[in-house]
């Protein structure tokens, strides 16, 4: 809205805007502000929830400022009311890209600096808010997926604030082979729709989907070990393969085949092999009990004998 643009129509324009914006189910109604007449404080009265004025941090006269450079009073008592800018851009074109003022976007985020604006709050006038200004609500926001793994708390992530937490079942709670999904609904239903793409081919038998189902409620109802309890359980059974000639253990068991060579025996016992072709094992201390290590380190110790126990 700009006199140059309107002429003698004055605030016309934007009243039949408004009548058009009705008609087409209440889109937004960007309003460029430019030389009055109309006056800025005309335009806003016309003005309903959602719509936009825009290009009103100008250097003409239709603007925030006074000709004295300070903010206009109407604008200062809507900022103490809490009224900040909802979005942010530039406006930029050559002229005013070489020789200023806006020079690129990040410049003028940095003056809403000086109105009190947060970094936060000025990022957020650049991304997610400025989608949300034109109901493109799937644009402006980084979404956070998250590969948990193996950690065992299935709560944690999302409520810091992660939209898709994925998890292995195996790993962290016991489950048989799986993945395990945790997060916002749309987020979910997004990933329900592999189902009909590559999901199909990989599709889980139903001894696995009871394996997890049974893995998560061991999981809400078993008591769980703590860390404490962990350390105290896994500390003897470490301290005893410290003991074996060629093995070295901590958070993995390691065997040296320079020291022990290679050996072969028919003890069937578990291990994650990820690292087996090093000579390094891991066994998961949350499903196995004291007794069940004794068992282990015994086997192990008998294997590096020829299949005698100490």
Request: proline share 4%; net charge neutral; with cysteine.
């Amino acid at each position: 809205m700009s006199s140059s643009v309107v002429g003698e129509n004055g605030i016309q324009p934007l009243i039949k805007a408004k009548a058009i914006q009705k008609q087409v189910g209440d889109l937004p109604l960007m309003v460029n502000i430019g030389n009055n007449p109309p006056d800025l404080a005309e335009i806003a009265d016309r003005l309903t929830a959602r719509d936009i004025i825009t290009h009103c941090f100008n250097g003409k006269p239709n603007r925030v400022l006074t000709p004295q450079g300070e903010l206009k009073a109407s604008v200062q008592n809507a900022i103490a009311q809490g009224i900040l800018p909802e979005t942010i851009s530039s406006d930029i074109y050559c002229r005013n890209r070489l020789n200023g003022p806006v020079h690129n976007l990040a410049h003028v985020m940095s003056k809403f600096f000086s109105v009190g604006m947060t970094l936060p709050q000025v990022i957020d006038c650049v991304t997610w808010k400025a989608a949300e200004g034109l109901r493109l609500t799937r644009k402006g926001r980084l979404e956070v997926v998250l590969d948990a793994a193996a950690e065992e708390d299935l709560q944690c992530y999302y409520q810091y604030g992660a939209d898709l937490v994925i998890y292995s079942g195996a790993k962290a709670i016991e489950g048989p082979t799986s993945g395990l999904v945790i997060g916002r609904q749309q987020y979910v239903e997004w990933v329900k729709r592999q189902s009909n793409g590559i999901g199909r081919a990989m599709k889980v038998g139903k001894e696995g989907i009871l394996g997890l189902t049974q893995a998560i409620e061991n999981y809400l109802h078993l008591e769980k070990s703590s860390g404490a309890q962990m350390v105290e359980k896994m500390t003897p059974f470490i301290d005893n393969l410290n003991q074996l000639h060629g093995v070295s253990a901590r958070a993995e068991i390691k065997f040296d085949e320079a020291a022990i060579g290679q050996r072969t025996g028919d003890i069937a016992i578990y291990f994650r092999g990820y690292k087996a072709n090093e000579g390094i094992i891991e066994a998961d201390v949350r499903s196995v009990s004291t007794e069940q290590l004794h068992t282990i380190f015994t086997s192990i110790q008998a294997l590096l004998n020829g299949g005698k126990t100490a």
